[in-house]
């Protein structure tokens, strides 16, 4: 029964990841960038002039704008999903241990 419960929880917890993610670019401006997951032809087609393309893959393309409200624009320009990037994670970087 463990093992079940197991194999539910892990699917739930990151869809529950991925929502907040999602949430995030669409509530705040707080990101530096954003990454769009399977972008078509169009939404880059139709990229706003002030808008820097970072990197782009086969599946995603990291994109950066001062514009307020960024995220937004984009799910009106045809983007399925947008993840913040680029953001401090919420617990500091550890000091290394590492002694010379």
């Known amino acids: ?6 194999l539910v929880a892990i699917p739930l917890m990151f869809l529950g990841w991925i929502s907040v993610l999602l949430a995030v670019a669409l509530v705040t401006d707080e990101a530096p960038a954003y990454v769009v997951v399977f972008p078509s032809q169009s939404l880059l087609g139709n990229l706003a002039s002030d808008t820097s393309v970072i990197s782009r893959s086969h599946f995603t393309v990291s994109v950066s704008s001062e514009q307020s409200g960024f995220a937004k624009s984009l799910y009106k320009k045809g983007a399925w999903f947008v993840l913040p990037a680029g953001l401090a994670g919420c ?3 550890p000091q290394s241990t590492f002694v010379h």
């Not at 029964?1 to 197991?6: A, D, E, N």
């Open 91 to 93: 617990l500091p970087m």
């Open 1 to 6: 029964m463990t093992i079940r419960r197991f």
